[in-house]
């Protein structure tokens, strides 16, 4: 599976939108983007998922590049309780897991 | 949907005992993860069943680790001989087998949190 990148740490202010990058540059053509996010002393909770077209649901909005070699989620208006480690993972499509990086510690400040 | 439920919640046992945890995956799910985490790193990928067969194992899964799932329903991880540095969040996650190029989210459980005095 692809690799990827993401910044260590973020920080946003509360009501704003967060925009959280990830690089994938070797993603394949069958290789799926995926993110969740991991609250403290909970398990990861799966937030979209998409392969070439932007995709929004209740949650965030994941946007993709055309290359497919990068994508950022968007938490439209952060609050507290969106504080949390976020993960940017490359899934193939013919296999199961998933292959968890270090994440995005993202801080949301009153 | 009740989610996917992981029992004991925190268990603290002494070195060289033996420790077994209990995942009830999503109903109609089909395969079920384990993985382990430790504090201030991502989860790694330990080993996944689809139905009752245990498909692919790490090599994080030394030989004291053991997993079962009997009838392709509920799952058991046993570590024998616990050592220290088998402290750890361990998570369950369970997943429908997708169909065509699809494959369908991991739902993930709040783990068993261990310690090993």
């Known amino acids: 599976d692809a690799k990827t990148t993401q910044p260590p740490s973020m920080d946003c202010a509360e009501g704003r939108a967060a925009n959280l990058p990830c690089n994938h540059s070797?993603?394949?053509?069958?290789?799926?983007v995926y993110w969740y996010r991991q609250i403290h002393s909970q398990g990861p909770q799966y937030i979209i998922h998409?392969?070439?077209n932007n995709e929004t649901n209740e949650m965030a909005s994941l946007i993709i590049t055309e290359d497919r070699k990068s994508s950022t989620l968007i938490l439209p208006h952060a609050t507290l309780r969106d504080t949390a480690v976020y993960y940017c993972?490359?899934?193939?499509?013919?296999?199961?897991?998933?292959?968890f990086g270090a994440g995005t510690q993202v801080v949301v400040t009153p | 949907d009740t989610g996917v439920s992981q029992d004991p919640r925190h268990k603290i046992t002494k070195r060289g005992q033996n420790v077994t945890f209990r995942c009830d995956p999503i109903s109609e799910h089909n395969r079920l993860y384990w993985y382990r985490q430790t504090l201030g790193q991502g989860p790694e990928f330990l080993t996944y069943?689809?139905?009752?067969?245990?498909?692919?194992k790490s090599r994080l899964l030394s030989d004291r680790f053991s997993a079962e799932r009997p009838k392709g329903s509920f799952s058991t991880l046993e570590i024998q001989r616990t050592e220290q540095g088998d402290s750890a969040m361990y998570l369950c996650a369970s997943s429908r087998r997708g169909t065509g190029p699809y494959n369908s989210p991991l739902h993930f459980g709040n783990g068993t949190r261990l310690t090993v005095t």
């Open positions: 998409g392969l070439k």
């Open positions: 070797t993603i394949s053509g069958n290789e799926y």
């Open positions: 069943f689809q139905n009752e067969a245990q498909l692919e």
């Open positions: 993972i490359v899934r193939s499509n013919s296999w199961g897991k998933l292959q």
